[in-house]
C-alpha cells in the first residue's frame, strides 16, 4: 500500500498537559490543531460573522460552498436608542462602563474566583467537602501565617450570593383560589423577559446569534438546508405574522423555546412534587444551547399534585410564568444587546422541548395519540392531517367531550396554555425530541426489547439465554475509542440513562449480527441512519431525501418483528413520532438544538439557591472574559506546563515494537518527504538512494487533535478535540494502540478517499533542520468497494505484506485524518468468556468500521 501523501496541517509537537500519563515511563503526546475537512484554525469565522443589517439576498461562503441567504426585510433587527428610536446607519452604542481590569469584585482576586466556579460549578463539591478541603489547605498555610481563600463553605456560598451578576430575582405564586384545588401549591418563578435579556447580552456567544430569520441556499443547484433555529419556516412565518403590524418593522423576533421534565426533582414535602421548566431563545446558534454555555436556563418550578387537577395547575401555571412575556409580544421593548447597542425586540413562544408523556400533558390529548396530528391511535402511521390551535376549537364547539376523548383523543375540559399568547398553536410547537423518542423510544424500548423477546420465542430458555449473554460479551469486547463509554457487563444494568442508550447505539448492532435474522439488522441499520442523519448540524434537501429513505426502510424491514409474533402492532406514538421529523426540519431546522437532552444534563442544577449561585457565577465569568481577565490559567503565568517524551533510537523501537525493517521504512519516508513528486512508488526505491538516519528520535503516547466536528458534543465554534493514544502501558496496565482514518485522496468521497490503519507508535524527529512528526501504522485493508449492504458499514482486515507478516509504514502525522472505531465482525461464533476488550484489534480476521461511533465519524465514513 502506498504511503499517503502529505497535507499542509501545521504541527506542534507541545504535549498535551491535560492527559494523563499513561505510564510513567511514557508521558509525551503529539497536539495537532486542524480541522478534519481540511481547514485550519477557527473554521468559518466568516460564515459565523453575520451581519444583522443584511440585504435580502446576501451571498457569502462557507465550507467550501458558496451559499446565499434570502432575509427577512420585514424583521430584520436594527439599533435603537434606549426609546426605541432607530439610530442612523454607524452610529455608535453608548459607551460602556469604564471597569478596572483587576476588580474581581466580589471575589479578592483571580483565585478565589477561580476556586469558587471550581468547587460549586465544575466539582459540585457539597459543604462538608468544602470545609474539609479548606481546613485542610489552611493546616499548609498555618506557618506562613496566611489563610486559604475562603473560611468554610459558609464563607464561599456568602461571597457569591453578594455579586449583582446574573441575578434574576426568583418570586413565587400560590394557586388557592380554583374549586377544583383542595390545597394551594407554590409555584417557583423568574421572570422570563430578564433572563432572555440576558442572554441577548451575553458575549460568550457574541458571534453565535440571529437577529434576523433566513433562508440558506447553495448556489450549486439552488437547493435549501437548515442549521440554526432562525433558518426554519416557523420563524419565517411568525415573522410574517408579527409584521403585519406597521409599529413591529425593523424589530428584532425572539422566539423563547421552553422545555420540562416531570423526572428531575422530587421534593418530599406532603403531596407536592416539583420539577423544572427551562428556557432559551431561538436566536442562539444551536451548538451553544448543545454546549450548555448558559443558552439553557431554570425558569420554574412547577408543582405537581398527585392528583387527577394537575393538568389544570399544569397550564395555569405556565401561563401565568410566561404572562410576564405578553406586553413584548404585542409591543416591541428596547433591549439592550451585547454589542451595546439597544435594539427593538419582540417575543413570541416558540417550540416546546418534551418527552410524549408531556406532549400529552400539553397537548390536552389522551394517551396513545398522537400530539401532531389527527391519525387515529389505533392505526398511527396513516396518512392525516396535521392538528392545529383552529381544528381543535372547531372539533370542541361542535362535538361532545365523550366523542372528543374517543374519536379524536382530545380532552375537552382543558384549554392548552397557549390559548392565552398571540401566534402560539400548541400543536405546532411540540418540537421533535430525538433523547425520547428515538434513542430511548424507538432504539432501546422498542428494538432491543424486541431483540430479546425474539430469541426468548425462537429458541428454547437455556440456548436464548447463552445467545443474550454472547451479545453482553460482544459488547463487552468492543475495543476503547476516545469519548465511547465501555460496557464491561454488556446490558446488564437495571438504571438506564439517555447517556447509556446513546453509548449502546454505537456498538450493539455488530453484537447482533449472526444471533438474529437480516431483517433484523437492516431495520437497525435504517434506524441508525435516520438517528444519525437527523442528528446533523446541517441538513439539506439531499439529506431529507436520505431521511425518507432511512424511515422507509425502517418501515419495511421492521416488519419481521411482526411476522414472527414479537409484536402486535407498529401503532406506538414513540415511533410514529419519526413521520413528523421531515417536517419538524423544515419548521424548527435542525432537531440536535432542540432535543430534551439538553434540558436533561440540567439535572443537577435544580434547587433554587443553587441555580441563583450557578447563573452568578457564569455572569462573573462572561464578565471576567470579557475584560481579557481569565487568559491562560493561574498557575500559566509563573510556571508552564512541561510535556515529555521519550528519548529512543530507530533500532530501539524497532525491537520494541517487533519490527525489524523499521530502519528501511524510516529511510523510504525521508526519500518520500524530500522528493514528493517522485512517481514512484517508496517500496519501488532502492535503499541505497534513501536517506540514512541514525540519531535520536523522541517517541510521543499520544496525539491531540482538534477539529470542527459541530454535529458531535463540542465547544461554542463547533470545535471538539481528540486523544489518539498509542503506549505500551495504559494507565499501568494493558497496551493501547488506537486505529485511525489515513487521507490518501481527498478528492475521492468518504471511505473511498481513506484508509485505515492501526498507530503503533507516535515519534518525531529532526533531519537536516526540519523536524518530522511521524506515527508507525499497521495497514488495515478494505475487504471490498462499497459498504456491508446489511450493516451499512465497511468490512477490512488487517493488511499483510511480504511472508505473511503484518504490513506497516512510517506516515507523517498530517496524513492522519482523525481516529477510527473499528468492531470485529464476531458472525456466529460464540466468544470465550476470557476475551478482553484490549485483545479486540489483535483476536479477529475483519472488522467493521464502525461509523455510528460518533457523528462525524458517521457523516465521513460512508
Not at 272 to 282: F, K, R
Request: proline content about 7%; aromatic content about 12%.
Amino acid at each position: 500500500m502506498p504511503v499517503p501523501p502529505q497535507d499542509n496541517h501545521q504541527e506542534s509537537l507541545e504535549p498535551d498537559p491535560q492527559m494523563p500519563s499513561p505510564h510513567p515511563s511514557c508521558s509525551g503526546d503529539y497536539e495537532r490543531d486542524v480541522d478534519a475537512d481540511g481547514y485550519q484554525g477557527d473554521m468559518d469565522e466568516h460564515l459565523r460573522q453575520q451581519s444583522p443589517h443584511a440585504d435580502v439576498n446576501t451571498e457569502f461562503f462557507g465550507r467550501g460552498d458558496q451559499l446565499y441567504r434570502n432575509y427577512h426585510t420585514s424583521l430584520n433587527g436594527r439599533p435603537c436608542d434606549v426609546n426605541g428610536v432607530y439610530l442612523p446607519p454607524g452610529a455608535p452604542p453608548p459607551p460602556p462602563e469604564n471597569l478596572a481590569t483587576d476588580d474581581w469584585t466580589p471575589f479578592r482576586n483571580r483565585t478565589e474566583f477561580e476556586m469558587a466556579e471550581f468547587l460549586y460549578k465544575h466539582n459540585q463539591m457539597p459543604a462538608g467537602q468544602i470545609d474539609r478541603l479548606l481546613d485542610l489547605w489552611a493546616s499548609t498555610l498555618a506557618k506562613h501565617n496566611d489563610n486559604p481563600p475562603f473560611a468554610d463553605h459558609r464563607d464561599l456560598y456568602h461571597v457569591i450570593d453578594s455579586s449583582p451578576f446574573g441575578d434574576v430575582p426568583w418570586q413565587c405564586f400560590t394557586d388557592e383560589d380554583k374549586p377544583w384545588m383542595d390545597d394551594e401549591y407554590e409555584v417557583w418563578f423568574r421572570d422570563p423577559c430578564e433572563v432572555a435579556r440576558n442572554m441577548l447580552a451575553n458575549s460568550t456567544y457574541a458571534n453565535e446569534i440571529d437577529y434576523c430569520p433566513y433562508r440558506e441556499y447553495s448556489t450549486e443547484g439552488n437547493k435549501r438546508q437548515w442549521k440554526d433555529f432562525m433558518s426554519g419556516d416557523w420563524v419565517w412565518d411568525q415573522a410574517d405574522k408579527i409584521t403585519k403590524d406597521p409599529s413591529t418593522l425593523g424589530s428584532t423576533f425572539v422566539p423563547v423555546i421552553l422545555g420540562s421534565d416531570k423526572t428531575t426533582v422530587s421534593v418530599g414535602t406532603g403531596n407536592n412534587e416539583y420539577y423544572p421548566l427551562y428556557a432559551s431563545i431561538g436566536n442562539i446558534h444551536n451548538n451553544v444551547r448543545r454546549a450548555h454555555c448558559d443558552g439553557v436556563v431554570i425558569i420554574g418550578f412547577l408543582a405537581m399534585p398527585k392528583s387527577i387537577f394537575h393538568r389544570q395547575l399544569f397550564h395555569l401555571s405556565l401561563s401565568k410564568i410566561l404572562d410576564l412575556l405578553k406586553p413584548g409580544m404585542m409591543t416591541p421593548e428596547a433591549t439592550r444587546f451585547r454589542d451595546g447597542h439597544y435594539w427593538r425586540v419582540i417575543y413570541g413562544l416558540g417550540p416546546y422541548i418534551v418527552d410524549y408523556k408531556e406532549q400529552v400533558l400539553l397537548a390536552c390529548i389522551v394517551r396513545n395519540w398522537c400530539p401532531k396530528c389527527v391519525a387515529n391511535r389505533e392505526d398511527l402511521d396513516e396518512d392525516a392531517l396535521p392538528c392545529s390551535r383552529e381544528f381543535t376549537e372547531a372539533l370542541v364547539e361542535e362535538a361532545d367531550s365523550g366523542d372528543l376523548w374517543e374519536d379524536f383523543g382530545i380532552v375537552a375540559q382543558l384549554v392548552p396554555f397557549t390559548n392565552d399568547f398571540p401566534r402560539a398553536d400548541i400543536y405546532q410547537m411540540i418540537s421533535p425530541d430525538i433523547l425520547h423518542q428515538l434513542i430511548k423510544g424507538a432504539f432501546k424500548d422498542h428494538l432491543m426489547t424486541w431483540v430479546e423477546k425474539y430469541l426468548r420465542q425462537t429458541h428454547n430458555k437455556q440456548k436464548a439465554q447463552k445467545i443474550m449473554d454472547d451479545i453482553d460479551r460482544r459488547i463487552a469486547a468492543v475495543a476503547s475509542f476516545s469519548g465511547l463509554r465501555r460496557f464491561p457487563q454488556g446490558r446488564g444494568f437495571k438504571q438506564w440513562t439517555g447517556d447509556d442508550s446513546k453509548a449502546l447505539m454505537k456498538v450493539y448492532l455488530p453484537a447482533i449480527e449472526g444471533h438474529v435474522p437480516q431483517d433484523v439488522i437492516r431495520a437497525f441499520r435504517a434506524l441508525l441512519d435516520f438517528c444519525y442523519l437527523v442528528h446533523c448540524n446541517i441538513i439539506t434537501e439531499d439529506s431529507l431525501l436520505q431521511i425518507e429513505d432511512a424511515l422507509s426502510r425502517f418501515h419495511h424491514y421492521r416488519k419481521i418483528f411482526r411476522t414472527t409474533d414479537v409484536v402486535l402492532h407498529f401503532s406506538l406514538p414513540r415511533q410514529h413520532s419519526l413521520m413528523h421529523y421531515a417536517q419538524n426540519i423544515r419548521l424548527f431546522a435542525a432537531p440536535n438544538g432542540l432535543c430534551s437532552s439538553i434540558t436533561e444534563n440540567k439535572r443537577i442544577k435544580a434547587i433554587l439557591l443553587t441555580n441563583q449561585r450557578l447563573d452568578k457565577l457564569s455572569a462573573l465569568q462572561v464578565d471576567f472574559t470579557r475584560q481579557g481577565m481569565l487568559t491562560g490559567t493561574c498557575l500559566s503565568a509563573a510556571n508552564a506546563l512541561e510535556g515529555k517524551a521519550r528519548t529512543q533510537t530507530v533500532p530501539a523501537l524497532a525491537d520494541e515494537l517487533h519490527i525489524p525493517h523499521l530502519p528501511n521504512l524510516l529511510r523510504r519516508f525521508l526519500f518520500q518527504q524530500l522528493h514528493p513528486d517522485d512517481p514512484r512508488d517508496p517500496s519501488d526505491v532502492p535503499l541505497a538512494e534513501c536517506p540514512l538516519y541514525l540519531s535520536k528520535i523522541a517517541v510521543f503516547n499520544s496525539a491531540s487533535l482538534r477539529f470542527y466536528a459541530p454535529s458531535d458534543l463540542s465547544g461554542i465554534g463547533g470545535m471538539h478535540t481528540e486523544h489518539i493514544h498509542s503506549c505500551p502501558s495504559w494507565r499501568g496496565g494493558h497496551s493501547r494502540n488506537d486505529c485511525v482514518f489515513v487521507n490518501t485522496d481527498s478528492n475521492l468521497p468518504g471511505m473511498q478517499g481513506l484508509e485505515v490503519a492501526c498507530v503503533r507508535a507516535f515519534f518525531s524527529f529532526q533531519y537536516r533542520g526540519e523536524v518530522y512528526p511521524c506515527a508507525v501504522v499497521h495497514w488495515f485493508d478494505k475487504i471490498s468497494n462499497a459498504a456491508d449492504e446489511d450493516t451499512g458499514m465497511w468490512v477490512v482486515r488487517p493488511g499483510e505484506g511480504a511472508n505473511n507478516t503484518a504490513e506497516h509504514a512510517i506516515i507523517h502525522i498530517d496524513a492522519i485524518y482523525r481516529a477510527a472505531h473499528l468492531i470485529p465482525m464476531y458472525g456466529m461464533e460464540f466468544l470465550p468468556q476470557e476475551l478482553k476488550f484490549y485483545h479486540s484489534y489483535d483476536a479477529f480476521r475483519t472488522y467493521y468500521v464502525n461509523k455510528y461511533a460518533d457523528h462525524h465519524a458517521f457523516e465521513i465514513a460512508f
